[in-house]
């Protein structure tokens, strides 16, 4: 009988592709996946350390499986990822029921992990070197470069992947732990992000969204002395047969090259969707974060963004309550943010990291009652942004990658009932769009006329007489039931 595995993972899409990469070699060992941690042999959290929220929810499930440990010694319980990268040691302590600490560079050596767990009956460590415990090249090696085996069912839809171009990060933002977790940063030989998306587009896969810390830093430099850049690497994916959109997150403000906006704007199959993290709106703030930039240089970039790349929509994320942020240093992020148009922002209360500059050299001074209402206050006003940025969207026609049902319309479930479906979407500009339709559609590019927006969902109208077409191979495959299970994000029992 197979061996059964469960993986809970949190954070950020560098853990979701790390989380497919994990399955993808456990599978080839024989494991199935389950979705309950109580009925599997291997029990794996792949965690997050950006903020002291995402930790203590791990803690807490740990703990909540302490007692089931006891009753069942065989089950191995790992922890992998950012927060087994950190804090070994502590998870050692506050979790000794944990059989395996697996941190990022080592991942490759899960399946050897869990055998050498069932062998001895100990408990197994492996975690990549520290930045400060041996030299640049020694401390990059040991985080393995690792991105070999794809894992269809655990991407976020079957024709949807995550493409990952480099590793770690150099920036050294000072709030920021990802740089000490994720090691040095190393971008991935261009040959083999290719040969990667060849591969995706092969197993059906029509979008890819190439991953990075910083993606619009990478440089790969080759042995002849050539360079590669994000720009000539759109270029490059752009010819794959199959793959119909790109896309690629995360960029920081500094590095947003001309080159690279040129290609966005001159590739057709390149989202016109920008998300480049401000942080603040405050020169102060930003100097302490130690950002590179000033608010008048984010401004700059935006309005380039914006002329080179007609129509291009652009997100942000931001944290409120940063250590020595007064109420005049949050209303310049308030203004940024009243002024500058983001499709949407991803907002975060400041946490403070130990390990991270801040920590060490500022005091975490702004109270969490005030950290709870600039969070709010500054919600309030994206918002209102958001539903202006949406509603000039009304009455256009939209291409839209269809998704699957959408998430609210599963949970009211009226799937029996045989009516029309709220299928869910994004345009080039990265946009959700619902509409009636069809589970079938899931997976093809339709033109949609938006009729109505709300701050965060465009809403739309299959266009008139819009016939779609299946071959007869295809339709069998979408109609059995487990494809459909797996479409709906339904587990497969
Ligand atoms: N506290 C709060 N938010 C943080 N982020 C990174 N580090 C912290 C922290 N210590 C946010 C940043 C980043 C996003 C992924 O998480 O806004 O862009
Ligand atoms: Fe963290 Fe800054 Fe690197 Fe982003 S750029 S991962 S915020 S250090």
């Given at each position: ?9 949190v ?15 456990l ?5 199935e ?98 930045r400060s ?59 083999h ?42 270029y ?23 080159d ?5 704007r ?57 250590c ?38 500022f ?31 009304i ?62 969902t ?36």
């Amino acid at each position: 009988m197979a061996r059964k595995l469960f993986i809970d993972t949190v954070g950020c899409q560098m853990n979701v592709l790390d989380s497919e990469l994990v399955v993808g070699s456990l599978r080839r060992q024989g494991f199935e996946v389950v979705e309950e941690a109580r009925h599997a042999d291997v029990i794996l959290f792949n965690t997050c350390s950006v903020r002291q929220h995402a930790e203590e929810k791990i803690y807490s499930a740990l703990g909540t499986l302490r007692g089931h440990k006891q009753r069942h010694p065989e089950k191995i319980i790992g922890v992998i990822g950012c927060m087994a990268q950190k804090d070994q040691e502590l998870v050692r302590k506050r979790a000794p029921h944990v059989d395996i600490i697996c941190g990022l560079g080592q991942l490759a050596r899960i399946p050897e992990l869990i055998a050498e767990v069932e062998r001895c009956r100990a408990p197994v460590y492996a975690v990549s070197l520290g930045r400060s415990e041996a030299s640049r090249p020694e401390v990059e090696q040991s985080f393995e470069s690792y991105d070999p085996m794809r894992e269809p069912s655990m991407r976020p839809t079957r024709f949807q992947a995550f493409v990952r171009t480099q590793f770690g990060c150099d920036k050294f933002c000072t709030y920021c732990i990802v740089p000490s977790v994720r090691g040095p940063e190393q971008g991935r030989p261009p040959e083999h992000i290719l040969a990667e998306t060849q591969q995706l587009a092969e197993q059906g896969c029509k979008e890819v969204t190439l991953v990075g810390q910083t993606v619009n830093s990478y440089r790969f430099k080759h042995g002849d002395g050539r360079t590669t850049r994000l720009s000539d690497l759109l270029y490059l994916l752009h010819d794959v047969a199959g793959i119909e959109r790109i896309k690629f997150v995360t960029n920081f403000p500094r590095d947003m090259t001309d080159d690279l906006l040129q290609a966005v704007r001159d590739l057709p199959k390149v989202c016109r969707y920008l998300h480049v993290p401000a942080q603040s709106g405050c020169n102060e703030v930003l100097a302490r974060m130690k950002r590179l930039y000033t608010v008048e240089y984010y401004r700059e970039m935006l309005a380039r963004c914006r002329a080179i790349v007609p129509e291009v929509a652009i997100s942000s994320d931001f944290i409120v309550g940063f250590c020595g942020e007064s109420e005049e240093s949050f209303q310049r992020t308030c203004e940024l943010v009243a002024q500058a148009g983001f499709k949407n922002s991803f907002i975060f209360k400041y946490s403070t990291r130990p390990g991270t500059k801040a920590n060490e050299l500022f005091l975490d001074d702004v109270p969490e009652e005030t950290k709870k209402r600039r969070n709010n206050d500054l919600l309030a006003i994206q918002n209102k942004v958001s539903f202006a940025e949406h509603r000039r969207w009304i009455g256009r026609s939209v291409e839209v990658l269809v998704e699957g049902p959408s998430k609210r319309f599963l949970e009211k479930s009226t799937l029996e009932a045989g009516g029309p479906i709220q299928m869910t979407g994004r345009t080039m500009t990265d946009h959700i769009v619902v509409f009636d339709g069809d589970e079938r559609l899931a997976g093809q590019t339709l033109p949609i006329d938006i009729v109505d927006a709300s701050s965060f969902t465009l809403f739309g109208l299959l266009k008139d007489g819009q016939a779609w077409s299946m071959p007869a191979a295809a339709r069998e495959l979408e109609s059995s039931e487990p494809a459909r299970q797996q479409r709906l994000g339904l587990p497969m029992v």
